[in-house]
């Protein structure tokens, strides 16, 4: 099975419609809609924006009708136009892209939207399926799964590539025996996903001197003096 991240970070894009031309036209025969899938991208790097696009444009059944860098570019767009999905690629803890999910959510919640992530980071996974996202995986499945997820999303279904279906059963067995309690948990979690303290008071109606207070009592509870620490030991911990 070809690996789909490392196509389209290594090889140039014509490699891929080459190598899984007949792939392809093998999966896009079950598909039983009778109209192409139209798809608007999200993502901030140029290079794979461009790469899935040249690929969905030479891909039968399926065509991207809208590719943009950020929310407000989409949000445009999206007003006018109502695809079938949304293929947003999320960068390893860039807050803001989550915001930005979250916004897309609550404004279009018609439209599914599937997530692909770069780096498998826990935190960020969890938000983003908190925002409501339909779908999540992995930018290294294989072409085949990836239309597969597609599909299954217009199809008003949801999806999960199998790492991070295992990450989320993983989440369930967290250790129950925390020395934190349910706020510092909060604030720890914050932390591991790169908010700010200002984002953290105003998301858990707190003011920052208390999220500082929480910080103090993290860092005590886990004997740490450092961010880095506190979330080394919490993952070893399995603490968030």
Known sequence: ????????????????????????KMTLLKNDFEVEISIVLIQQNLSISSELTHLFTNTNGFTIIGAFHTFSEADSFLFYNSPHLILFVIETKEMHQIECISLLTQKYNTIPILAIIKTMHAPTIFSALRSGISGF???????????????????????????????????????????LSQRESQVLEGIAIGKSRRKMAAELFLDIETIKTHIKNIYQKLAVNSKEEALRVAKLKKLI
């Open 1 to 24: 099975m070809l690996n789909f991240g490392i196509l389209l970070t290594v090889h140039p894009i014509h490699y891929i419609l080459k190598l899984k031309y007949a792939t392809f």
């Open 137 to 179: 995986v992995n930018i290294n499945i294989s072409l085949d799964e990836l239309i597969a997820a597609m599909l299954e999303l217009v199809k008003g279904r949801s999806y999960l590539s199998g790492d991070i279906a295992k990450l989320v059963i993983e989440s369930f067995q967290k250790n129950r025996n925390t020395p």
